[in-house]
């Protein structure tokens, strides 16, 4: 069918245009009308965003979902005006010709980012709007806001939550700060401690603002999922009040008990109310699981044969129970230890929290000298030679005693190295409770270590 026929029925056609056949839009919504194309490519060159679009650009490649939007040139036959697209136009423009860029400092990003990242191709995909007028009614869907569902519907916290639990994509996906919340959420939906209208009352953000200061008092041991070490009604418990509390009762007289506006002396104090109240998780002697996945596993028997304290952690007087014994000859860890088995938690907490941290430390350290695996470096790359090095001898770990070690390593449990040093650098304190949970989640792993050097 012959082009000029078919524009009187075909509003729009996908073409492939050659790179050097494309213009700047002289009238843009993004800035004032402008005819010369530099002060238009200076102008979008200038914005760190299309910096950042061009770095995605050189690593992905140009969006499938989305091509650009072009109207046929009015002076210039066989090319073309983008309607849709000036910003993605610049970015590519200034990928192909880096001295294009508007300032010496854009102009080295560019540079950098054209050498190892994708070529521009010569052609790329459009649509072809034949009449101006078409092209305007598409653009108002995506870029005037949703328009009662016409428009594009941003994602809110819930469902860019959602979307984050498939996997990273890169620039495009920050880390989620609601990951953890959002799995609390569908949790408590599941196991029948609150019901799905409840959970649309409360807020994702009211309860990642609170979870910093109430994690462990909730007995969650990271900071992405259920992972905890609390019996599981213990555990529901705490989580329904902590649920509860953050709930809008959906009227203006009666607000909620936890408020996205509170400040971290007010959020701290709430935890403090969980534990006064006995809401907070006391029994922290399950091997560390996620509810949301399975159920809490029996305790694994420990490898030195050593048993269990009569009295129960959470009534402990002291930090470390007198059942724990040191099976090698190093005196530092010994006067440790004994110290650990006269100080009480709840008395002494910046120290048994110091304590925990020491004698950790001190058994990694231990270990990897006397299999010279290298005791230098950082504490996270000790533990995975740790654990390589263990896996390959003859009474190598349990799964769970390389799950506690894998998380002393990261940056997320209550009981790793790098939260304990917190307090150290002026970080808030463990309380005598969380004191106790950290060690009874360590002991095994310790134990191990330290029956492998006998």
């Not at 993004?30 to 760190?48: H, N, V």
């Not at 299999?371 to 740790?386: E, L, N, P, T, W």
Request: aromatic share 6%.
């Amino acid at each position: 069918m012959d082009r000029k026929k078919s524009k009187t029925i075909v509003e729009h056609e996908d073409i492939d245009v050659q790179f050097n056949k494309l213009h700047f839009d002289p009238v843009n919504p993004r800035g004032e009308p402008e005819t010369d194309e530099e002060k238009i490519r200076a102008l979008f060159g200038a914005q760190s965003e299309t910096l950042m679009l061009a770095t995605h650009i050189a690593e992905n490649g140009q969006n499938p979902l989305e091509r650009i939007g072009i109207i046929e040139h009015p002076k210039l036959p066989g090319h073309y005006v983008i309607r849709e697209g000036n910003r993605r136009l610049c970015a590519m423009q200034l990928l192909r010709d880096p001295e294009r860029a508007p300032s010496d400092a854009s102009r080295k990003a560019f540079q950098k980012l054209a050498s190892s990242g994708r070529q521009i191709p010569d052609k790329i995909q459009a649509v072809l709007f034949h009449e101006k007028q078409k092209a305007r009614v598409w653009m108002s869907v995506k870029h005037e806001g949703p328009q009662g569902g016409l428009g594009t519907l941003q994602w809110g916290p819930s469902e860019k939550t959602r979307f984050n639990r498939e996997g990273d994509t890169g620039l495009t996906r920050p880390k989620n700060p609601n990951r953890q919340a959002e799995a609390l959420l569908t949790y408590a939906v599941k196991e029948g401690l609150i019901t799905a209208e409840e959970r649309q009352l409360i807020a994702l953000t009211t309860l990642t603002r609170y979870l910093p200061n109430v994690r462990t008092a909730l007995a969650l041991l990271n900071t992405e999922d259920c992972t905890t070490n609390a019996r599981p009604d213990e555990f529901n418990a705490a989580l329904k009040r902590f649920l509860k509390d953050a709930k809008d009762s959906g009227t203006s007289q009666e607000k909620p008990a936890l408020s996205s506006r509170s400040n971290s002396a007010q959020r701290t104090e709430y935890a403090e109310t969980l534990r006064r109240e006995g809401v907070a998780p006391t029994h922290r002697d399950q091997t560390p699981y996620d509810p949301a996945q399975s159920p809490p596993a029996k305790p694994a028997t420990r490898s030195t044969g050593t048993a269990r304290s009569a009295t129960h952690p959470s009534k402990r007087k002291q930090l470390i129970p007198n059942s724990f014994a040191v099976p090698v000859k190093d005196n530092v860890l010994l006067r440790l230890v004994s110290e650990g088995k006269g100080l009480n938690p709840d008395d002494a907490r910046f120290s048994c929290n110091y304590l925990n941290r020491v004698i950790l430390e001190r058994i990694v350290h231990l270990y990897a000298t006397k299999y010279g695996i290298g005791k230098d470096g950082d504490f996270a790359s000790v533990v995975q030679r740790i654990i390589a090095h263990a896996k390959a001898t003859t009474q190598p770990p349990s799964k769970g005693i390389v799950n506690v070690l894998n998380k002393t390593a990261d940056k997320r449990t209550s009981y790793s190295y790098e939260i304990m040093s917190n307090p150290i650098h002026g970080g808030s304190v463990p309380t005598g409770a969380d004191n106790r949970a950290n060690w009874e989640s360590l002991q095994q792993a310790l134990e191990y270590l330290l029956s492998s050097m006998k």
